[in-house]
């Protein structure tokens, strides 16, 4: 009896050893998690197997070598401000925005010749005005200076304006320069073996 | 952006053009209280027969004073389109009539014009408006 007991107790051991992990399996099964979903989403580096790491890594190694040449390539933000302050358009004119600087420029020479001009005027006709004894010339001259010394005042914030707007649009344009001058890198050097060597570059295709 | 620009340039203009250039002429009557304009000679005439430029005693009132003369300027041109040249002084603001016939027969002056003037101390003389130019009548 006893060992029929025993017998009986083994082979419930047996099975619950077998049949346990069985059992968990089937488990594990109802309560399967896909592969996708543990992977983090978005996926931080852009690659999910080797293949897309290796064509990561490439990438990666492309924008470095193109992010060296960006570097010594891309225009201080700085260097065209001050260029725009002391002539505007300078800054445009470095940043390759001949048009718009030579616009500016050209404004900015005008303005101060007519300001120039108009001062001189007013300059004129007020030394006339402070000697005159004669009432109707104090009051023609001082109309004529007034008349002048407002046209160069206007063109005189003319000028300010021209010239402010110059030096603000200067960071735009090095802004522009510099994401064209990476566009343009990033297509120039795609695929291209870069050497870089002491004071030279080169590229083979 | 662009509104930014707009609004400083319009706020510059307004400054700049709020500005004017200082009256600073001692004679200027339009500043300075004490002085005052001299009268204008509004009705002349000069004749050929007697060749005599005579005009009306100018005078205005200012406050609690008339103002007169304190004499006249007399110009003379060649014709209507020439410039006036100053030949003669009247002091007084009595002394409405001057010869001309010299000035007709030795330069040829046809043309003539009266402004009065006031003396300001020390040396200081205010001329007054042009009178309309006048030519002979008989």
């Known amino acids: 009896m006893i060992k029929v007991v025993k017998k009986g107790l083994y082979f419930l051991l047996s099975f619950c050893l077998i049949a346990a992990p069985v059992l968990a399996d089937e488990k594990a099964a109802e309560n399967q998690i896909s592969e996708p979903s543990i992977l983090p989403i978005p996926n931080k580096y852009d690659w999910n197997n080797v293949e897309e790491w290796k064509e990561a890594r490439k990438k990666l190694e492309h924008k470095l070598r193109v992010l060296s040449i960006y570097e010594e390539e891309k225009q201080s933000k700085t260097v065209n401000f001050l260029k725009s302050l002391i002539v505007p358009g300078w800054g445009h004119i470095s940043a390759d925005e001949h048009t718009r600087g030579e616009i500016l420029v050209g404004l900015e020479i005008f303005t101060v010749a007519s300001a120039i001009y108009f001062y001189d005027k007013s300059s004129d006709y007020y030394s006339r005005y402070k000697n005159a004894n004669n009432v109707q010339d104090i009051s023609q001259y001082y109309t004529d200076a007034n008349t002048a010394y407002q046209n160069y005042q206007a063109l005189l914030a003319v000028m300010i304006f021209i010239w402010g707007y110059g030096v603000l649009d200067s960071f735009r344009a090095t802004s522009d320069y510099n994401d064209a001058l990476w566009n343009d890198l990033s297509l120039e050097y795609k695929g291209a073996t870069l050497e870089v060597k002491p004071f030279k570059l080169n590229i083979r295709f | ?138």
Not at chain 2, 23 to 48: G, K, Q
Not at chain 2, 93 to 119: C, K, P, Q, W
């Open chain 2, 1 to 138: 952006m662009k509104k930014l620009y707009i609004a400083i340039f319009v706020i510059l203009l307004i400054i700049v053009l709020s500005c004017s250039l200082d009256r600073t002429n001692p004679l200027d009557p339009e500043v300075n209280p004490s002085i005052y304009s001299p009268p204008r000679v509004d009705s002349l005439w000069v004749y050929f027969n007697n060749f005599k430029l005579t005009w009306v005693k100018p005078y205005y009132q200012a406050q609690d004073t008339t103002i007169y003369a304190d004499g006249y300027f007399i110009w003379g041109a060649r014709s209507w389109n020439t410039k006036f040249d100053l030949i003669g002084n009247n002091v007084g603001a009595d002394n409405t009539i001057i010869d001309v016939e010299e000035f007709y027969i030795e330069r040829n002056y046809l043309v003539f014009r009266v402004s009065s003037y006031l003396v300001y101390p020390p040396n200081d003389t205010l001329e007054g408006y042009n009178s309309k130019a006048v030519t002979f009548q008989n």
